[in-house]
Antibody, heavy 124, light 108 residues
């Protein structure tokens, strides 16, 4: 069973860049899965940030698209999230999640495996 | 953007009772791509149902998903103590993917 583990700074300054990595264990990242980022805050609930395929193809939430970049590092079997120009509204628990592609072609799928989540606070 | 509205906000029931949770979409969910998740405090969401009615691997058969179009239901036939948690619906049929605000299932 694949496992996911988020890592990155727990504190980011306002106007800075939030950078997180998700390490994929017990399976290759180069499989038929979308690799997602989702965040959860008391104010906004669960919010989908975007997804990436191992080829580098991405889909982003339009509400965050101007500030988000996702990337894949196949050599390290991990994928990453960069969120620029953060404010206090970006304070949340950030999860990475796997979404299997069960219908081809399909841009989206349900998320069947989640990391434990990492708390990121935006504050000076 | 598809807005998912869950009801009730909180459901108070006793173990052994039947729980019925509702999720209504602001527009039809493409291909009934609707999932349900369970979340306990301090934990990540856990997939229960996908495709509106398919049970995920390892999920007990007391969990049943139904519905189509804009109206979906999660039924828990006989509540076990470990079922008391928050439940979210999630549509993955169109971008942006969205989640409901959650239903808290608490012990009466």
């Amino acid at each position: 069973q694949v496992q996911l583990q988020e890592s990155g700074p727990g504190l980011v300054k306002p106007s800075g860049t939030l950078s997180l990595t998700c390490i994929v264990s017990d399976d290759s990242i180069s499989t038929n899965n979308w690799w997602n980022w989702v965040r959860q805050s008391p104010g906004k609930g669960l919010e989908w940030i975007g997804e990436i395929f191992h080829t580098g193809s991405t889909n982003y939430n339009p509400s965050l698209k101007s500030r988000v970049t996702m990337s894949v590092d196949k050599s390290k079997n991990q994928f990453s999230l960069n969120l620029r120009s953060v404010t206090a509204a970006d304070t949340a628990v950030y999860y990475c999640a796997k979404a299997p592609i069960v219908v081809i072609p399909s841009a989206f799928s349900y998320m069947d495996v989640w990391g434990k989540g990492t708390t990121v606070t935006v504050s000076s | 953007e598809i807005v998912l509205t869950q009801s009730p906000g909180t459901l108070s029931l006793s173990p052994g009772e039947r729980g019925t949770l509702s999720c209504r979409a602001s527009q039809s969910v493409s291909r009934n791509y609707l999932a349900w998740y369970q979340q306990k405090p301090g934990q990540a969401p856990r997939l229960l149902i996908y495709g509106a009615s398919s049970r995920a691997t390892g999920i007990p058969d007391r969990f049943t998903g139904s519905g189509s179009g804009t109206d979906f239901i999660l039924t828990i036939s006989r509540l076990e103590p470990e079922d008391f948690a928050v439940y979210f619906c999630h549509q993955y049929g169109s971008s942006p993917l969205t989640f409901g605000q959650g239903t808290r299932l608490e012990i009466k």
